[in-house]
């Protein structure tokens, strides 16, 4: 078909006119961008993910203290025979958009790689947070306002398997409960249910459609401790994303819907970022062997490298009782050597300028004043692993201004208490703006620095086809946030027409 361009002569339109006229335009803008972020919802391909704490933001002692809870957490969880063996934390660095039920509502949820059980604060809680300073409306989830929700009584498989056998007690009418009580005096305590799940299935470059899948998760019926109401940046829960059957990503792979892999790039720069399910073929990612019989993502660290000199460390020192490896986990802020590694590494970093003067802020940090370009004379520190995988972590990753100073953010394990004394936890200071990839169908675990701004590709496993799933910044405001806006427009535009 031919076009032709017509030309029309129009004079300058009245000042009135041309008001209407911009508010109008304003109001299709809204409107469109509302509509966009209502299509944006949730995925087995991909997770819209957000920050809940912009990298070095807050004082030293909140990310220090935001740590220890974390690690007690991960670390001390006692599985009692009610309960299962998740690790559920809220206090990690980043949480998603999902649906659940029918009809579905939206919950936000922290994604956490240390977490097993999935589970969400329940209309039967009188504990649990009703409001949250991270800009986000909280939802109670209630089993009767599901057509798609059901009990999971406590003879069910998944019953016997989180409990390692039947419950004592027993019947065929009472529901699976759960109870999870963790190191800081913090639980969690409810019962099991499943309901339809929904997230964004990738389904071309950079476009995703609704899908489903049924999912047995937890009802959080008690709350205590930083879990309860008294936790101003809260969540609707926990979306878990660990090794075991019952976590999110077994269950799905468990259906045939995705396969056991799952990949996140974390935007230290920007925030939010790219948390995709699937193989991802681009970019390439090398990877190492996780330690098996663990209950985290734990890999088998070889040397360190400071600058271009290695540390001598002793060939056994990650091999110690049954702690062994080193810990991969998103959800802490720092990271953690023990202390015949920190001290040396420390040292060389402090040794490259003479001259400095260090002190002790927050009896956990050591800080010192320096008014260069901290690439320019610091080392690179580089973890080395089996298969000859390297992680580097440059100096303006590990050093970060405070108060006209800048302070080193490893941490030293040996100072801590007897729970976590020489433990070596690797959290986002090394690895943001890295695409971390977790393939439990071959037991491996891989990264490399990545723009987690831009995109990946992942490869659909039932054409074959190959799409690019771009990174997302959840906003904290819901869509329906704008009808306010939406109405004041209108009512200018209807007075503007009557003047």
């Not at 009418?173 to 339809?196: H, Q, R, W």
Request: glycine share 10%; aromatic share 10%; hydrophobic share 40%.
């Amino acid at each position: 078909m031919i076009s032709s361009i017509v030309y029309f002569p129009i004079s300058a339109p009245p000042p009135r006119f041309m008001l209407l006229l911009f508010l109008t335009a304003v109001l299709m803008v809204v409107v469109v961008v509302s509509d966009s972020a209502a299509g944006a919802a949730s995925n087995p391909g991909v997770f819209n993910v957000k920050y809940r704490y912009a990298r070095l933001q807050g004082s030293l002692l909140a990310l220090k203290e935001h740590d220890d809870r974390r690690q007690l957490r991960i670390l001390a969880g006692i599985d009692l025979p009610l309960g299962g063996s998740g690790r559920p934390d809220i206090l990690g660095l980043y949480y998603a958009k999902i649906g659940i039920g029918t009809p579905a509502k939206s919950y936000y949820v922290q994604v956490d790689t240390g977490s097993d059980i999935t589970w969400v604060n329940c209309i039967q809680c009188k504990e649990c947070p009703r409001k949250s300073s991270l800009g986000i409306e909280l939802t109670l989830y209630n089993i009767k306002e599901s057509n798609t929700g059901k009990l999971v009584p406590c003879d069910e498989e998944f019953c016997y398997q989180i409990n390692g056998g039947p419950l004592s007690g027993c019947k065929a009418n009472m529901s699976c409960p759960y109870l999870e009580i963790y190191g800081d005096g913090s639980s969690t305590a409810g019962y099991f249910v499943k309901d339809v799940v929904q997230y964004d299935s990738v389904s071309g470059d950079l476009q995703t459609k609704t899908a489903n899948g049924s999912v047995i998760f937890g009802c959080g019926a008690r709350q205590s401790g930083d879990l309860d109401s008294s936790n101003e940046e809260a969540l609707d829960g926990i979306l878990g994303f660990g090794k075991a059957n019952s976590s999110m990503i077994s269950q799905l792979a468990s259906t045939g819907r995705v396969k056991k892999i799952f990949a996140h790039c974390l935007d230290g720069r920007n925030g939010g970022g790219i948390f995709a399910i699937g193989h991802v073929v681009q970019p390439k990612v090398n990877m190492t062997p996780l330690v098996p019989n663990q209950p985290h993502y734990n890999v088998n660290m070889t040397a360190v490298q400071v600058g271009q000199e290695f540390l001598n460390v002793p060939a056994d020192l990650f091999q110690v009782g049954d702690r062994k490896g080193a810990i991969i986990d998103s959800g802490t802020t720092l990271a953690y050597l023990p202390e015949i590694i920190y001290e040396p590494l420390v040292k060389k970093i402090i040794s490259q300028e003479p001259g400095l003067k260090v002190n002790i802020m927050h009896d956990n940090y050591k800080c010192f004043q320096y008014s260069g370009r901290v690439d320019d004379v610091f080392p690179n520190v580089t973890f080395h692993f089996e298969n000859s995988v390297i992680l580097r972590v440059y100096p303006h990753d590990y050093l970060f201004p405070h108060e006209g100073s800048w302070c080193i953010g490893w941490q030293n394990s040996g100072m801590q208490s007897r729970d976590r004394r020489n433990l070596t936890l690797l959290g986002d200071l090394v690895l943001s703006n890295k695409l971390v990839l977790y393939d439990l169908e071959n037991q491996v675990i891989g990264w490399t620095e990545y723009n987690c701004s831009s995109s990946i590709q992942v490869k659909d496993e039932g054409s074959g086809t190959v799409h690019l799933v771009g990174s997302h910044y959840l906003s904290s405001a819901s869509p329906l946030d704008t009808s306010f806006l939406v109405m004041l427009l209108l009512v200018l535009i209807i007075t503007l027409l009557l003047l």
